[in-house]
């Protein structure tokens, strides 16, 4: 009876020590944001610990741009944002669950933009008059 009692006193601890770690995870991922501002500082964008943007600014030098550019370079600078983001979550998660299926569970479930380097392009989109009609932008 006293090994069983132990074993619970065990099991209990354990569970204690998983919901303090999950506590202080979810505290650590809701004051987390990724930031990013284009090469010449026309927009600068924040996004929150899901990849959502939370802030957009765009400086007067956005003005001089056509509307099809300035919504690419918002674009790529969200993506940029996310990825930083992104990075900090998958830091953050390997501290608590370490490597393993929930920290490829939580890689998996990242925004788009969080494992997809800038400029990447899949293999399978190697149409030259595609290439030209959307060009890849390198930040």
Do not use: C
């Amino acid at each position: 009876m006293e090994q069983a009692a132990q074993w619970l006193a065990g099991y209990d601890e354990r569970l204690a020590r998983a919901a303090a770690n999950a506590k202080a995870a979810n505290e650590s991922l809701r004051q987390m944001s990724g930031t990013a501002t284009s090469p010449r500082g026309e927009v600068a964008v924040q996004v929150g610990p899901s990849g959502a943007m939370e802030d957009i600014r765009l400086t007067p030098a956005a003005r001089a741009l056509e509307a099809e550019q300035l919504a690419q370079l918002i674009l790529t600078t969200a993506q940029q944002a996310q990825r930083t983001v992104g990075a900090q979550v998958v830091e953050i998660m390997t501290e608590y669950v370490g490597d393993g299926p929930a920290l490829e569970f939580v890689k998996e479930n990242m925004p788009p933009a969080a494992g997809v380097e800038a400029g990447q392009r899949r293999v399978d989109d190697d149409n030259d008059d595609d290439f030209f009609a959307n060009p890849v932008v390198i930040v």
